[in-house]
Antibody, heavy 119, light 107 residues
Framework: EVQLVESGGGLVQPGGSLRLSCVAS????????MHWVHQAPGKGLVWVSR????????DYADSVKGRFTISRDNAKNTLYLQMNSLRAEDTAVYYC????????????WGQGTLVTVSS | DIQMTQSPSSLSASVGDRVTITCRAS??????LNWYQQKPGKAPKLLIY???SLQTGVPSRFSGSGSGTDFTLTISSLQPEDFATYYC?????????FGPGTKVDIK
């Protein structure tokens, strides 16, 4: 059974940092591109970032470019999102998701981890 | 960046109704269009990828069509478990933008 389990969310002050983790199981992690997507409370989905299967290529939304870094450790079946210089508008549930066909469509999602940026 | 719009933003329908949701891209995205369903407090679920391909395990009452800039998600006969919010997403070029969503609720 495919599972994605996020962790690392919490309350952080503006300007602070957090690192989110997503542990994958039930599939060959190093064969799949992976994504992060966020959703502010009561709002829609916002794509954040993606990384290719070996970690050599990454893409970001303009709103996080230069502040967030996506990475992966294929030996640990783990995806990461390093979030620096956090802003109030980064407050959201963050989901990791598996790219189904290297096409951008994501077929499995974690349960999400809540990041709250507030003083 | 490619902008995605959806219409309507919400609709009320009855069980058994045929429901159509429209998604439009600000530029041509070929067939790089995906549809998701999300229920409150849950992660999104992939329904349709590449505009018209039904994801494994998704009921055949869901279908997608379109190419270029205009796309449609159709539910042929609405079931109680289909009341949810539906999002389109383009995966033609990063950032992979989502539409604002269409909430389908019970009439």
């Amino acid at each position: 059974e495919v599972q994605l389990v996020e962790s690392g969310g919490g309350l952080v002050q503006p300007g602070g940092s957090l690192r989110l983790s997503c542990v994958a199981s039930g599939f060959t992690f190093n064969s799949y591109w992976m994504h992060w997507v966020h959703q502010a409370p009561g709002k829609g989905l916002v794509w954040v970032s993606r990384i290719n299967s070996d970690g050599s290529s990454t893409d970001y939304a303009d709103s996080v470019k230069g502040r967030f870094t996506i990475s992966r450790d294929n030996a640990k079946n783990t995806l990461y999102l390093q979030m620096n210089s956090l802003r109030a508008e980064d407050t959201a549930v963050y989901y990791c998701a598996r790219d189904a066909y290297s096409f951008g469509a994501t077929d499995y999602w974690g349960q999400g981890t809540l990041v709250t940026v507030s003083s | 960046d490619i902008q995605m719009t959806q219409s309507p933003s919400s609709l009320s329908a009855s069980v058994g109704d045929r429901v159509t949701i429209t998604c439009r891209a600000s530029q041509s995205i070929s067939s790089f269009l995906n549809w998701y369903q999300q229920k409150p407090g849950k992660a999104p679920k992939l329904l349709i990828y590449a505009a018209s391909s039904l994801q494994t395990g998704v009921p055949s009452r869901f279908s997608g069509s379109g190419s270029g800039t205009d796309f449609t998600l159709t539910i042929s006969s609405l079931q109680p478990e289909d009341f949810a919010t539906y999002y389109c997403q383009q995966s033609y070029s990063t950032p992979f933008t989502f539409g604002p969503g269409t909430k389908v609720d019970i009439k």
